[in-house]
């Protein structure tokens, strides 16, 4: 969580912000687990009575209230007033193979801060990792989301095969395809696309590349737009935040 | 270096990249140091005979044989002809905060992987970090060029205070000043104006933002213009790297 280390300078002038899973209304009293009390009491130093947000990914953002610590850990708190209506993040997936466990950290809370919508890590076949903990990367993500105001969680996949991934593939959903060995460059192919109601994937691949095989089947599929992001040779993280980033800056300058 | 741990698969389709100062001529012999003679005997398993590319920054990237590595440590390699004429990177600056050592690890990394020119960590009034160990940044960012196939190294300073910063800073050469209280969408911004002769630079803040005072200083400022990189509130190093991101991608779309 964003503050934890600076709490003296500015916690006064941002509201901490937790995410609890459930259905709300004005006035519900909410348990909260004891980790988030940890976080509230020792370490943001928060008594009972003192002003936090909460969301849970369905109604916005809460103003609420700590009604109490309790001795066992838990905590209780209670809703005051919606302050900031639901908005969804742009409908957008992430591919990638599964890497060096603080890698993924980084991709899950880099790409979570970007506003991507779902992570589906992908087992291709130069992948060098083959788990990925799924709970370990909500955490990250529930963490991320807290910290950068977006009002969802990114949902979290386990692990499938790219050959699973492609089939199941929705045909009206464009993937971009962050191919090493060239392709249109990004901005221009994403440019209208990555606005369209079905949303969009980005896949990028592992640091061996894709196998020929690979490339040739996923060239074949209707979906897929073959995309550059310059001459260097990108890390996997590096290339997925690029990527996101590129698309999702082009989204806020075509609004403009 | 990229390479470490897939040697197996790839190591005989992508060649090994060293970054060695100085000036070269074909025919050549350079000593290389003992963390690279580890490098290539140890971790990529490579004898004397085997080819390898070097790069000094200065000239492009040179093929190269292995002549032998000495018992102490060291090792000679020859240069046998120049296989890719130089290109510099684009004239970029990124202005940032220390952060804590992993994160600037990432930033330093992630940037040098874009293709940042020169890296200058910059002392606010909120940051949280006062030290920047240059060397080890330097480290990191050849590092970073070795793997990434750029043909230079981005310089970089020590850290100065951001007053000095701007005190010195030259009055052609654009500042993209990234504040997370809203501006000009990045994209909008840059258009046009990363392309100048005269370069650009991008300057993240730390977590606890600008203070008032800094905030209106760098308003004023002729050269700087405000950004916006959307509506989430992105880590110090997440939004380095959006933005820098988002310019390249402009770039390529630019040219192409």
Redesign the interface.
Known sequence: M??K??QN??SNSIRIRLFVEGKYGKGCLLEISESQVHYLKNVMRLDAGKQITVFNGLDGEWLATIVNYERKGCGTIKLLALSKPYEASPNCWLLFPPLRS?RTD?LV??ST???VSKLIPVKTS?S?ISRFNVRRHRSNAIEASE????LDIPLIEPLLSLEDVLSMWPESRILFFCDETGG?????ASYGCAKSESGFGVLVGP???FTISERIKLKKQPFVRVV????????TE?AA???L??I???K??N??
């Not at 249109?184 to 221009?188: F, G, M, Q, T, V």
């Not at 550059?228 to 890390?235: A, N, P």
């Open positions: 964003f503050l280390n600076k300078k500015i603080l980084y809370e880099k801060e970007i506003g130069y060098q910290q950068c105001g977006r249109e460059p990004i901005l221009k640091e061996g590349g550059s992001l310059g001459s260097f040779k990108l890390r590096t935040i690029a990527a980033s590129a999702f800056a082009s806020d300058y609004n403009s």
